[in-house]
C-alpha cells in the first residue's frame, strides 16, 4: 500500500514509473474488452466532498478495468448531513475493509489527515488549491504521447490564468519541471501565488507576448468558487487578454499544442471549440486520465509487489 497525494512526494522516479505503466494500461484500454483481473478482491471508495465530473469518472472507470469493487460515497445522502465527521466517516468505512481511498475535498492537506485515520492507501483527487498529481501525470503523459519524448527536456509550457486558486497549476509546475521543461506562468498578477517567487518558474503578464515561443499552452480555468476577493475587474477584460481566441491559436508555433484540464469557462478562458482544432490535446486528456488513473491505483495498491505479468491476464 502507498499513497499518491502530491508530485513532490511522488518524487521523478516514481512519476516516470506510474507514466510508464499508464502506456500499459493504455494497452489495455485499446482492447475489446478492456478488463484485467489484477485488482480483484481489492475495494476502492471514491470519497468526493467537492464536485467533478471527470477526475470522479476516470478513477471509476480505472477501478472497474482493473476488476476492483468501487464504493460510491456521495455527501448529499451521508451521515455527514446529519454531522458526522470526516475521521467517523474515514474509520466506518475503514471498518468495511476497504484497500484505497480516492479523496476530493475543498481543504488543502486533507489527504494527508486522512492517512492518520485509516490504513488504506490514498489517492488525491484534488486538495483545495493545493494538489492535483492524478491530473498532472496525465498531462505529463498527454504531452509525452502528442511529443514522442519521454522527458520533457526542450519543451516550454506556458500555463495562464488563475494560478492563484489552481491545485492543477501547482501540480503540474512541480510535474513539468522536474521531467525537464521549461515553465512560464502567464495571468495578471493578482491571479499569480504570492509566493511565485519561489516557484522554478518564468512569468508574464501578457498571453499575447508568449504564443510564439511556447510548446505547450495550458489554459486554466478561471475558478470563480474559490475567489474571495475581486481580483480581477472585469470579467469581460479578463476574457480580452487572457481567453484563447482563434486568431490568438494562428499565432502559435507550427507543432505547438493546446491544453485545459476541464471543466472549460466558455467565453471567458476558451473562445474557441476545442474539437475544431487540430492543435487541441484536450480530448486526449480525456482519454489518458483513464489509463493513468489505473496505472496509479494498480501501483499504489500492489506497490510494485506483482509485476507487470499480471496486466497480461485477461479478466474473466
Ligand atoms: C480541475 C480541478 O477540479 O481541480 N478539474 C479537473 O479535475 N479536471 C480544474 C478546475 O476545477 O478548474
Known sequence: MSHVRSIDELGVERVRELLDLATHMAEINSRPVPKVPALRGRTVVSLFLEDSTRTRLSFETAAKRLSAETMNFSVSTSSVNKGESLRDTIETITDMGVDAFVVRHKSAGIPWQIAQWTTASIINAGDGAHQHPTQALLDCYTIREAFGCTDLVGLTAAIVGDIRHSRVARSNVQAFTMLGARVLLVAPTTLLPDDH?????????????????????????LQSERMSQGLIPHLAEYATRFGLTHARVGRLASGARIMHPGPMNRGVE???????????LIHRQVANGVSVRMAVLYSALTSGAQSTSILEEVAS
Open 270 to 280: 476558451m473562445h474557441v471549440d476545442p474539437s475544431e482544432i487540430a492543435q487541441s
Open 197 to 221: 517567487r519561489h516557484w522554478p518558474v518564468e512569468t508574464s503578464t501578457s498571453l499575447d507576448d508568449v504564443l510564439d515561443s511556447v510548446d505547450v499552452l495550458y489554459m486554466l480555468r
